[in-house]
């Protein structure tokens, strides 16, 4: 099988690699941060071949979390490699969602699934999962607290550009104090990204950025550190408000976005802008030394035109 590193990008986080022969052609993302794997696939079908390539790659470069989207008739194919139906997308692609299949490397099953009518084991449907059961409760303590601060007042949002230089400066910082969610690593290929510093009064500050793909009309939304308290979740909460209006102006039409998923104080401000549980993915991101389950969160910007 041929293979090929397709572009040297350690200096952003992420190695792009590229594989092809006559039964497979993929396009691997490896963050290395996180130590996740995200697969675009090019030829579709359940392989022997294809499920044997991604996990022998996987292991080779030290991933712990694999998963991939695809359009909703892709399901079948991946469950029937092993992965589990996470959750989803609202509008990645504009007009249709993005399915979630991951799948935790050291928990694969040793073979390809066998045929089934339905469309595979949910993540997200899963009473009994663990990620699950976490998520919900952190959903529930996150709603608790909104009730608590109902009625107390959002800070003043100043907003400014930030540069590469500027988030790579704040993510060592919050990488020392063990803080950083991300790392500003890119999610998909050829899109493009906008750093963002926001303040407010009291001291608050708090670094994000974007990724759009405008052919699709989505956006990524990461932020670097989640709220320690009430005044800073009150803080963040208007910080993400004033992203989401900015992204509307930049005609976007819907954003996800990551959180560790027993992060209350986060899911408090993101439920605040409407922002809804859309997936549950099982030890998808590294937080300071700790391996964390993750809820993506997403919300719809506004109608895609017609």
């Known amino acids: 099988m041929a293979a090929r590193n397709l572009s040297s990008t350690s200096s952003s986080g992420v190695d792009e690699l590229l594989f092809r022969n006559d039964a497979v052609s993929l396009c691997l993302l490896v963050n290395r941060r996180h130590r996740t794997l995200r697969i675009i696939d090019f030829r579709a079908g359940p392989t022997p071949s294809k499920r044997n390539f991604v996990l022998s790659a996987a292991k080779r470069e030290g991933v712990e979390k694999i998963f991939t989207l695809v359009e909703r008739d892709e399901v079948p194919t991946w469950t029937r490699l092993g992965f589990v139906r996470e959750g989803s997308i609202p509008g990645f692609y504009k007009r ?91 999610f998909g290929r050829d899109a493009l990204r906008t ?87 099982a030890r998808h991101l590294v937080v300071g030394r700790a391996r964390k389950d993750a809820i993506l969160w997403s919300k719809k910007l506004v109608a895609p035109e017609a």
């Open 96 to 186: 249709s969602d993005a399915w979630i299949l991951g799948a935790v490397v050291s928990e694969m099953p040793p073979s390809l699934r066998e045929e089934s009518d339905d469309e595979g084991a949910e993540g997200e449907g899963k009473a009994g999962s663990p990620a699950v059961l976490l998520a919900e409760r952190t959903i529930a303590r996150a709603r608790r607290l909104l009730r608590e601060s109902e009625g107390r007042p959002l800070p003043a949002i100043k907003i400014a550009p930030a540069s590469g230089p500027e988030l790579r400066r704040a993510v060592a910082a919050a990488q020392r104090a063990g803080r950083a969610l991300t790392g500003f690593e890119p």
């Open 195 to 281: 750093g963002y510093v926001l303040s407010a009064r009291g001291g608050f500050s708090l670094h994000a950025a974007w990724e759009m793909q405008s052919c699709f009309g989505n956006s990524y939304l990461e932020i670097l550190s989640s709220p320690r308290h009430e005044s800073e979740r009150l803080a963040t909460t208007a910080a993400i408000g004033a992203l989401c209006e900015r992204l509307v102006e930049e005609r976007a039409v819907s954003t996800f976005t990551f959180a560790p998923a027993d992060d209350q104080e986060l899911c408090a401000a993101l439920l605040a802008n409407g922002f809804r549980r859309s997936a549950v993915m």
